[in-house]
């Protein structure tokens, strides 16, 4: 018993020292892993530390883009609310350089914003600006002042490059911020030589669907990619103005799309402008008051706001629109409609993403990227946008209610007087039925046609002649800075059809889209478009003659290649003289006259191309001259609308000047060797007076005085003819007499000789003969 007590004991012993060896051992271990995690703690320090310091010094030597553009915070001094948008409702001037921070003076309308969504915001746009990117490079190289805050953006391959100058040119002219996405290295090599603004934009395919209905997988791919673009633009903290190549700015827009004049209380109402599910009025000032109560209404009222029509201070157009975040161009043809109605005509039309404008707010963010998550829903999908092929197709689906038409309330501006002459433009529209960053719904504006004009109203229905009082609530004669200019480029350049060469107030638009075209929706086809109402610059028609010159798609031909356009000599016509001997009332749209109208310019246009084949000159096309409209398609019944396409005969266009594509295809005049401009071109090589030779010709030239031998010359002294002008001048010019229906040997003996850069002829009726030698 004592020996088996004795073992237990030792055996208990022997357990306890081996639990205290494992229990000396563990505690060694855990002092290694305890240095061990002190010295990686210290080593992440260090990096972290490193890391930080590096990234501080790129910042300290890498220009902010964000911060050289953002104004300083500006407080109210009545209310102490520190404010994020400062509307300058002062008289426009590029002089201000747009600034938008406040000096605490009357004729501003100081937004409150929630300061928590502030920083939210700046944080973004911290990371983006710090972004070393084309975009970002290229915005750079704008040099803004700070406070200019709109960009206007588009995006072309080496098939548009002439429209993109184009483009260019005229927003220069008006001194308006932009860039151009170049698609190829051509392009934006092109462009770098033509000192325009451009970044590379890399797409994986190379071309890109040209034609209207832009249905291919490739366009789609390529508006997620200018999507995306815009939204990156934003978040740098810029409003972006997004425009088709085959727009022409004629006047600076930002006086109405950022609301810089005419009034002392301008709404201005996002959702972001107050905070949500506020009821309180905000005092900004000491008489303004903007109340926002929910998304869908913004109250301004005052008796400043309310529409003055007194005449000695009405509100600038604007005040109808700036409550907007998003504004977009309507297809809808009526101007007077369009400006009697606003919002509620408007909603009822197709918007055209042609041109679009994004305010930098949270609404307008939100929807950037609402409509770029829906562009890039793929086909296989469920998604119901899968299936639309275009950026514009989403738009107008997405911002419509599903299954409601026009699925569009109307943003109403409660208890301001100057409703019914100032009807809101804008519309409360979703986000596709989703919400993004809290947001559903967002303000839409819709930009009047009357001022951002589709092609149908730009190139026919002539809104420069129509009285300018019924569209003093989308125009601003104020806004307009180059009168001179615009009433010889959008005046009728021929001098056809217009009813008051005086009248001083006559309206000239924002901008002019080419959305109708009958001869392809090619570049060519709009160039012509453009030129026919001297929209088409210089600088374009240079770029089209030496880098398009010979392409099959050209409306320049080989023939006219010479060391510069200005060697190049012309002959034209007077088209409205030339149908002067029919026997057609111009006074009535008719659809048989029409026809046969047709049918006389056409012969007109052939006996001026075998003159000008002859003498190896450029034809100047004038505008011709139409009894009714051109339709798309039979679906488009004129007919029952007085000849007018439907939807536009309240503006009265025809009969009246009218696109030579309604009659003939200019692109197949072109591959038949035919080598022609538009007559309006010639207004941009200032043609002088005794740069022009007038020819008696055609039915004119029957009975009339021939020189001495009865061949045909140059008429005498005290010849009635000698004062006769033509539509390209306004000068008396020496007068010459083609014989009627001249051979080519005549046309050889008479015109030849002349030397100077443009022959007119009186009359193309009957005007050529034939060819007296077939060899």
Known sequence: RVRRGRLSTLVVMDAAGRMGRGTRKAGRMCGLRRKALVVFAVVACGVFLATAYAANFRRGNQPDLLQSRRVPPVINENSGVVLKHRIDTGQFSPAKQRHHEGDGRAGTVDVAIDAVEQKVDDATDQKT????????????????????????????????????????????????PHLVGALDEETAKALTEQNIKNFRVILADAQLDAGSSHGSDNWKRFAVRRIAEVRNLLELGYDVLMSDADVVWVNDPRPYLQCDGGTDAVTVGTTDAVPAGTTDAVTVGTTDVVTAGTTDVVTAGTTDSTGDTSGKNPPHPCVAIAAADVMVSSDNLSPKTDAKEGASYARGGVFNTGVVFLKHTRDAKAFAKAWHHF???????????????????????MTRREGQWPGLELLVRHGNKGEKDYPTRVLIASLGGEKFDGVESFNLGVLPVAT????????????NEMDAELFRNVWSGSDDESTEELSVELNNPEGQNRKDDKNPASLTPYCVHATYTFDGSTSVAKQLRFAEVGLWSAEAGDVAFREMTGKENSILHEDTRKDTRKDTRYLTYDASHSIGSLDVDLTEPNIGAHLRLGSAQIENLRDAIAVAKVLKRTLAIPRPFCLCDKVWGGHDNIFNFGCHYPGSQDSHHVPGACPLDHFISPVELTKQGVVFVSLAELGSFRVRGDDITHVVSGLDSVGADDDAD??????????????????????????????????????????????????????????????????
């Open 375 to 397: 562009l890039s829903a793929t086909h296989g999908t469920e998604h119901r946008f899968a299936r639309l092929t275009s950026d514009q197709q989403v738009f107008n689906a």
């Open 129 to 176: 600006a710090s972004e070393n990117t084309p975009l970002t490079r290229a915005v750079s190289s704008l040099n803004l002042a700070p406070g200019e805050t709109l960009i206007a953006l588009t995006f072309s391959d080496v098939k548009m490059l002439a429209m993109v100058v184009n483009w260019s040119a005229h927003l220069k002219k008006k001194n308006v």
């Open 710 to 775: 009865g061949r045909g010359g140059a008429s005498g002294s005290g010849s009635s003819g000698s004062e006769t002008v033509t539509s390209v001048t306004k000068q008396p010019l020496r007068t010459v007499f083609l014989p009627h229906l001249a051979s080519s040997d005549e046309v050889l003996r008479v015109l030849l000789p002349i030397d100077t850069k443009v022959i007119s002829l009186s009359n193309a009726f009957q005007a050529f003969g034939g060819v007296a030698d077939v060899r």
């Open 452 to 463: 951002f004009q589709p092609g149908h109203v730009g190139f026919l229905q002539r809104v």
